[in-house]
């Protein structure tokens, strides 16, 4: 067990590492951000004071050295827009992107697993054909249009939700719902499957044979069984709201990580986009590195053999 | 004597009802108690079918009719619940495939555990050394460190037995063995056959062994059924239908097994293919690869002759064949 969580630690941080090289010149190609940053009357002369005084004129590998090393200790430099160090910007806003994803998360998880559970075990009825069209509708409805619905209806017909902001935790709702509907599609579709494939297993049709009683079959062994690639899967789409949730946060004007990401990049503001998606990664990570010691706790194989 | 079980007129239909599938047909069994009984027949000859139909573990779409008397019981007329009550206690069953019959993620002792307190009245389960009691009594070597292994690290010879303890934890009345030593290398397959002839006297129970393997059958039980397209077509004492097989199928069936006759080796298998259950034949199912088949045969199903005491078969040229 332990030589198996140093393996994945140590796969870890090589992946950091090339993720790196990767972000530091991926954000290099988006363009010199000295026009951005400098108004229009600035003479050439204060342009290349600007670029010398970030390091921009030197070669780009050893401005990446410079980079890796600052990042280590967690310096990713000036941000150009704010002026302020782009890792407590970043910090600031993983905050509420966190909140949002864990409640999120719960919402999907509380709607979709015993959707899918239910479908499974009752196959051909009419809660089975209702999980279907749930499922459907939820992965065809885009966040943007929910979320505008739920604004539209329940902080603007009906004034009970706020529509946009962040701190109580009335501000959740809507943002939450939004995205824990769409993500509570995918999962009960993936419960449904995995259940329905575990309930059919040799295991299952032999403990109904030896009469345990149904409530165990399903609990305790069909469902342990199925957990596992739902497991995988919910790590995954966790990482997904954490990276991913630019629009939902930008309906309900929520101050994440995705909001400041995109504004990054438009402002060309280097050290932001590097910190932003570095941490991003590591919390991705993080979730992976968990999800793996959980599978190794849910399947015996993958610890013992 | 009583018998423990009594099947009457057993008919399971799949399918549209304007075009069943008729897998099992017209069967009737007795099995008296601690009577080993031997299925025989090729895959789609309905005995798996037979057995779920017993233990009531069909697709909820199979239609099924008849009678199946169990010590007393009507096993078609009772409720799901009652059902799920006699199943692992009165009556119990070994499924086909030992490697996938245990849950990958609990412990042997764990999963044996499990059966003893849910399906044994007076507490093994909640006794320590409960699940090794169990597994010493099917000879499984070193059960206190079997106990906290994993299926994935047992052997199928070694998980068929855990498997076989778990289904007679509770001592049932009756046992059913569905190709109970298919999957397992042929050194370990008599071990298990030993296996369950010791069972008849330690737990009492009468068992039905599902197989195609004819030698294991010779080996194990009293009595053999041999079936063909969903129905019996012969049923008679084990020695005397091995030693003088009197249906046609039966003898292809026997003289399909590897002959070892000085240094070589004789086969012959049976010509043809077993018949499509959706449309079988007015006449006897076998009619086509009969060797012996006449007009009648083709034409009408048919009757039964008892052509011994408790040996009959369901074939025109009964007469001829003796």
């Given at each position: 067990m332990g030589r198996f969580i140093l393996t994945r630690l140590w796969q870890t941080l090589i992946t950091l590492l090339l993720l790196t090289v990767l972000i530091f010149i991926l954000a290099r190609l988006t363009g010199d951000p000295t026009p951005l940053v400098m108004p229009s009357e600035a003479t050439d002369a204060d342009r290349n004071f600007f670029r010398q005084q970030y390091g921009l004129d030197r070669p780009i590998h050893e401005q990446y050295v410079i980079f890796l090393r600052n990042a280590l200790r967690g310096d990713f430099g000036i941000s150009f827009r704010y002026r302020e160090p782009a890792f407590g910007l970043v910090i600031a806003a993983i905050g509420p992107t966190l909140q949002l994803a864990g409640v999120s998360m719960l919402v999907a998880m509380m709607l979709g697993l015993p959707l899918g559970i239910v479908a499974a075990l009752r196959?051909?009825?009419?809660?089975?054909?209702?999980?279907?069209?749930?499922?459907?509708?939820?992965?065809?409805?885009?966040?943007?249009?929910?979320?505008?619905?739920?604004?539209?209806?329940?902080?603007?017909?009906?004034?009970?939700?706020?529509?946009?902001?962040y701190g109580g935790p009335e501000n959740f709702v809507l943002p939450a719902v939004t995205l824990g509907f769409y993500a509570s599609a995918s999962i009960a579709m993936l419960t449904w499957a995995n259940m329905t494939e575990a309930l059919r297993s040799d295991f299952v049709q032999m403990e109904r044979v030896l009469g345990i009683p149904p409530r165990l079959i399903v609990l305790k062994h069909a469902l342990r069984n199925a957990s596992l690639p739902i497991v995988t899967y919910l790590g995954l789409q966790f990482g997904l709201l954490l990276g991913g949730a630019v629009v939902t946060e930008r309906v309900f004007a929520w101050p994440g990580v995705g909001q400041m990401l995109v504004d990054a990049i438009l402002n060309r503001d280097y050290p932001v986009v590097q910190a932003a998606v570095m941490m991003t990664a590591v919390l991705f990570m993080m979730i992976n590195l968990m999800v793996d010691l959980l599978y190794a706790v849910l399947d015996p194989r993958v610890s013992r053999s | 004597m009583e018998p423990l079980l009594a099947i009457r007129g057993l008919n399971v239909r799949f399918g549209p009802s304007e075009r069943p599938v008729p897998a099992v047909a017209d069967v009737d069994l007795d099995v008296a108690p601690q009577e080993i009984v031997g299925i025989a027949g090729e895959?789609?000859?309905?005995?798996?079918?037979?057995?779920?139909?017993?233990?009531?573990?069909?697709?909820?779409?199979?239609?099924?009719?008849?009678?199946?008397?169990?010590?007393?019981?009507?096993?078609?007329?009772?409720?799901?619940?009652?059902?799920?009550?006699?199943?692992?206690?009165?009556?119990?069953?070994?499924?086909?495939?030992?490697?996938?019959?245990?849950?990958?993620?609990?412990?042997?002792?764990?999963?044996?555990?499990?059966?003893?307190?849910?399906?044994?009245?007076?507490?093994?389960?909640?006794?320590?050394?409960?699940?090794?009691?169990?597994?010493?009594?099917?000879?499984?070597?070193?059960?206190?460190?079997?106990?906290?292994?994993?299926?994935?690290?047992?052997?199928?010879?070694?998980?068929?037995?855990?498997?076989?303890?778990?289904?007679?934890?509770?001592?049932?009345?009756?046992?059913?063995?569905?190709?109970?030593?298919?999957?397992?290398?042929?050194?370990?397959?008599?071990?298990?056959?030993?296996?369950?002839?010791?069972?008849?006297?330690?737990?009492?129970?009468?068992?039905?062994?599902?197989?195609?393997?004819?030698?294991?059958?010779?080996?194990?039980s009293d009595r053999v059924v041999v079936m063909y397209a969903g129905r019996i077509v012969e049923e008679g004492p084990t020695g005397e239908v091995f030693r003088a097989p009197r249906h046609p199928y039966t003898r292809a069936l026997l003289a399909s097994l590897p002959r070892i006759e000085g240094d070589e080796v004789h086969l012959e298998p049976i010509p043809g293919q077993v018949p499509d259950l959706a449309s079988l034949p007015p006449g006897c199912a076998f009619a086509a690869r009969c060797p012996v088949a006449k007009d009648i045969c083709r034409g009408q199903r048919p009757p039964e002759s008892v052509v011994a005491d408790r040996h009959r078969l369901f074939c025109w040229r009964a007469e001829e064949t003796a």
């Open positions: 196959p051909g009825s009419w809660i089975a054909a209702a999980v279907r069209a749930y499922a459907s509708l939820g992965q065809a409805i885009p966040t943007f249009w929910s979320g505008l619905m739920l604004i539209l209806f329940l902080s603007i017909t009906l004034p009970i939700f706020p529509s946009s902001g | 895959s789609g000859s309905g005995k798996s079918t037979l057995c779920g139909a017993i233990m009531r573990t069909l697709v909820r779409t199979a239609r099924v009719s008849g009678e199946v008397m169990f010590s007393g019981r009507s096993l078609l007329t009772l409720n799901d619940g009652e059902m799920a009550r006699l199943r692992g206690r009165e009556l119990s069953m070994v499924l086909q495939n030992p490697m996938t019959s245990l849950d990958p993620l609990y412990t042997i002792g764990n999963q044996v555990e499990e059966v003893l307190r849910e399906r044994r009245r007076d507490g093994a389960g909640l006794r320590p050394g409960g699940a090794i009691e169990v597994l010493r009594r099917v000879h499984l070597t070193a059960p206190e460190l079997r106990v906290r292994q994993y299926p994935h690290q047992l052997s199928g010879g070694m998980r068929q037995r855990v498997l076989v303890g778990m289904a007679t934890a509770a001592a049932p009345k009756l046992l059913i063995a569905d190709e109970p030593t298919t999957a397992l290398d042929a050194s370990i397959q008599d071990e298990i056959l030993i296996l369950f002839r010791e069972l008849r006297e330690t737990a009492g129970s009468a068992v039905i062994i599902v197989t195609h393997d004819l030698s294991a059958i010779r080996r194990l």
